[in-house]
């Protein structure tokens, strides 16, 4: 089983639309997670990050926690183009490493 | 803003040759850290530093050593580079607050020939 693991899409959605993006992890211990987007060639940018189970919002963004569900999700509200990107979701286990899922690639349709 | 420099963007190689990637921080963080990354894998731990002369292997040591001799640098070393190796290399660096966030460099695309 893989410590971290997402949908690698392609997920598709319309301009203005809410993107959601999935992420489960198996390390019951984990304290902290982290969405990263990343462009083609380019490394990964942080968006979010999530300590705490509940709703986390920034801007156009929430991340939502589960411990109890192993589960993390990104929403993107009101969906743009420059959002197409590689989403990653990355958890801190009990150790001192990460661990990244591969990705979901996600499209914004003008 | 944190600021991880990685010294070359591209790089190319040929097999056995020895291979040196550099990383410098900016923000006097005691964590570093080397993935690669590869279609279908995502990013994977090769090593990884939480204080100067201090290493610890991550997932995929082999074939692969590291240098730290100063709190800013942390340095990648390829042995005796093979084709597949070839791949995008990041480095990474944190601090020791409870945040946890890791903070990339633009990466080195290398490839062995």
């Known amino acids: 089983q893989k410590e971290v693991e997402q949908n690698s899409g392609p997920l598709s959605v319309p301009e203005g639309a809410i993107a959601s993006l999935n992420c489960t992890y198996s390390?019951?211990?984990?304290?902290?997670f982290f969405w990263y987007r990343q462009y083609s060639g380019k490394s990964p940018e942080l968006i979010m990050s999530i300590y705490s189970n509940g709703d986390k919002e920034d801007g156009r963004f929430t991340a939502q926690l589960n411990k109890a569900s192993q589960y993390v999700s990104l929403l993107i509200r009101d969906s743009q183009p420059s959002d197409s990107a590689t989403y990653l979701c990355a958890v801190k286990n009990t150790g001192n490493q990460f661990y990244f899922g591969t990705g979901t690639s996600l499209t914004v349709i003008p | 803003d944190v600021k991880v420099t990685q010294s070359s963007r591209y790089l190319v190689k040929r097999t056995g040759e020895k291979v040196f990637l550099e990383c410098v921080q900016d923000?006097?963080?005691?964590?570093m850290f080397w993935y690669r990354q590869d279609p279908g894998l995502g990013l994977r731990l090769i090593y990884f530093?939480?204080?100067?002369?201090?290493?610890e292997k991550g997932d995929i040591p082999e074939g692969y050593s590291v240098s730290r001799e100063k709190k800013e640098r942390f340095s990648l070393i390829l042995e005796s580079a093979s084709t597949n190796q070839t791949s995008m290399y990041l480095c990474?660096?944190?601090?020791?607050?409870?945040?946890?966030?890791?903070?990339f460099g633009a990466g080195t695309r290398l490839s062995v020939l």
């Open positions: 923000m006097d963080h005691e964590n």
């Open positions: 530093s939480y204080d100067v002369k201090m290493k």
């Open positions: 990474a660096s944190k601090g020791q607050t409870f945040k946890n966030i890791q903070y």
């Open positions: 390390d019951r211990g984990s304290q902290s």
